[in-house]
């Protein structure tokens, strides 16, 4: 995995929990649900400020736009369905077989 790779992870992982910055303990704590295991970034980046500078120079995360509230989806308008026409059917009388 490259470092790009591991970067664009992370930062992915910090968009899902909402976050710019996670401490090397709480990125920990997340166990096997994160991307990418700490030993790994630290051995490609050196140390854990310099895996978060990376990632933010990288893959920046906005967060402003992460938190605000997305504008609710307009309702679409009820479809119009046109009636049916029905057309008579003329009756047809039995005849009376003897």
């Known amino acids: 995995m490259t470092k790009d790779m591991m970067s664009k992870a992370l930062s992915e992982f910090f968009v899902k929990h909402k976050t710019d910055k996670m401490d090397l303990s709480e990125y920990k704590s997340h166990g096997n649900s994160v991307p990418v295991k700490d030993y790994l970034l630290r051995r490609a980046f050196g140390s854990w400020n310099r895996v978060l500078s990376a990632m ?3 893959h920046p ?3 402003e736009t992460l938190l605000a509230k997305p504008a609710p989806a307009p309702k679409p ?3 119009k369905v046109a009636p049916k026409k029905t ?3 003329p009756k047809v009388e039995k005849k009376d077989v003897k």
């Open 56 to 58: 933010q120079h990288r």
């Open 77 to 79: 308008a009820p479809k």
């Open 61 to 63: 995360i906005d967060l």
């Open 87 to 89: 057309v008579a059917k």
